[in-house]
């Protein structure tokens, strides 16, 4: 359906969102946490990869908006973008609570959560690199891995929040860390999204 001599600017956005996502999670996965000014560090750099995000979705959408054909359905190009900004809206609201609440412990449960997250936004920017190059059936590995990262990390929430409530006896601590592992919860849910969006472009133009 489409010809492969030339990489569409819409894919390449698309590209650039999914990058901007992978680097912003890398980034808070690899920075070891060790006391409040590293919190701070981290959240703000945090917000300004989701800052980029949002620059990155208004330029795709002013593009959308100027153009009279797109590659694919313009709703599909919107929906994948939005999809992969929540990913990264997700990260930075979490790191914001770890440093809101001066939680410094990154449990197992936390560092498993953000391992299959990680690996989640290396899958989605594959999936974007395989349709700028229009290979759409080839994205569909990608759309499946990323859904079974986030079947683990269900896994993850149900034993983290069990053992939360067996192990911990502060109220306070209970509740910050419920809502942190909630968080990271939706991030991989985020991920499924993108996944369900990939597999939806695949069936309507492969």
């Known amino acids: 359906m489409f010809s492969s001599k030339k990489t569409d600017?819409?894919?390449?956005?698309?590209?650039?969102?999914?990058?901007?996502?992978?680097?912003?999670?890398?980034?808070?996965?690899?920075?070891?946490?060790?006391?409040?000014?590293?919190?701070?560090?981290?959240?703000?750099?945090?917000k300004n990869y989701e800052t980029a995000g949002d620059e990155l979705i208004h330029d795709l959408i002013a593009r959308l908006n100027k153009s009279f054909m797109t590659p694919i359905e313009r709703e599909d190009i919107l929906q994948l973008a939005i999809k992969?900004?929540?990913?990264?809206?997700?990260?930075?609201?979490?790191?914001?609570?770890?440093?809101?609440?001066?939680?410094?412990?990154?449990?197992?449960?936390?560092?498993?959560?953000?391992?299959?997250?990680?690996?989640?936004?290396?899958?989605?920017?594959?999936?974007?690199?395989l349709l700028a190059r229009r290979k759409l059936e080839a994205m569909r590995e990608h759309a499946v891995l990323i859904k079974e990262?986030?079947?683990?990390?269900?896994?993850?929430?149900?034993?983290?929040?069990?053992?939360?409530?067996?192990?911990?006896?502060?109220?306070i601590r209970i509740i910050q860390f419920k809502d942190i592992y909630e968080q990271l919860e939706d991030i991989a849910d985020h991920c499924q999204d993108v996944a369900n969006t990939i597999e939806t472009i695949i069936m309507r133009n492969a």
């Open 9 to 46: 600017p819409f894919f390449a956005a698309l590209l650039s969102i999914a990058e901007n996502v992978q680097e912003a999670m890398h980034y808070a996965n690899d920075f070891k946490i060790q006391n409040a000014a590293d919190l701070k560090e981290v959240s703000i750099k945090l």
């Open 149 to 171: 990262y986030e079947r683990i990390c269900d896994e993850v929430f149900r034993t983290s929040i069990k053992q939360l409530f067996i192990t911990e006896q502060d109220p």
């Open 84 to 129: 992969m900004d929540d990913v990264i809206d997700g990260v930075e609201a979490f790191v914001a609570h770890l440093e809101m609440y001066s939680l410094i412990e990154i449990n197992e449960y936390i560092q498993k959560f953000m391992d299959n997250i990680v690996k989640s936004s290396d899958e989605i920017v594959k999936a974007m690199q």
